[in-house]
């Protein structure tokens, strides 16, 4: 009896120690769950940290009437096509799983630019990002976001630095004059590489290097500001960039 009471103790203890072994591991380290797949991992950055802020190629270098309503006609067959990318969508967008009308396909191909503008480099168990987004509640500010997300969708958020738009491409009128800390200097198309930061109040765009468009005053033409074609009086265009890829 006495054996059989020492055997019970010691497998008592023996349990308890397990026990606490057991606590501690799980309580070293975060519990990694199922991992989501690149797509799905992209939808918890952007949830977690806020929209991309990038050169949408529907509006840069030139902005078309219906331009982004055709893009997304045109690419919801391949979008569709690709059944995890599409899965994704349609779940984060909470869009029905069968056909879709116009709008939600625009709702697809927007889903889609932005995913294809968030890039997720690979490292260890978790993916990196950096990404520029619009401050929340602010129409101008634009911060510059890093961290990492887990497999599992875990978003770690690093720094959140002030930063501003990104360089898109532009279209030139070809008679435009560009003011350079040289000079001014005629953008003989292609060979200008002029990079659209804003506009100021003034309403003249600024290139990189702290070039800015001339106007009128200086004999060429004024092209509209949101890129897009100007009236009949306005010279040929020269795209100075060509679009991002998606």
Known sequence: MLGYQRMKGKLAAAIAFLAVACGSAAGGGAVVGSPLTIDQLKFKVMDAVGIPVFCDPDFYPVARLGGEQASADTYYPQIRANAELYAAI????????????????????????????????????????????????????????????????????????????????????????????????????????????????????????????????????????????AASRRPRASCVAGTPNL
């Open 90 to 229: 349609v779940a984060h967008e909470n869009l029905p799983s069968g056909d879709i009308d116009e709008a939600q396909k625009l709702t697809v191909y927007r889903a889609f630019k932005r995913l294809r503008a968030l890039v997720l480099p690979k490292g260890g168990d978790s993916y990196t990002f950096e990404i520029r987004i619009q401050t929340k509640g602010s129409n101008n500010a634009v911060e510059l976001v890093d961290g990492s997300v887990r497999v599992d969708g875990a978003v770690t958020i690093g720094s959140r630095t002030a930063s501003g738009m990104p360089p898109c491409p532009i279209c030139l009128a070809a008679a435009t004059l560009i003011a350079t800390p040289n000079g001014d200097v005629r953008c003989p198309g292609h060979e200008c590489q002029v990079r659209d930061a804003g506009v100021d109040s003034g309403q003249r765009r600024h290139a990189s290097g702290g070039a800015r468009r001339r106007g009128r005053e200086h004999g060429g033409a004024v092209g509209t500001l949101d890129g897009s074609p």
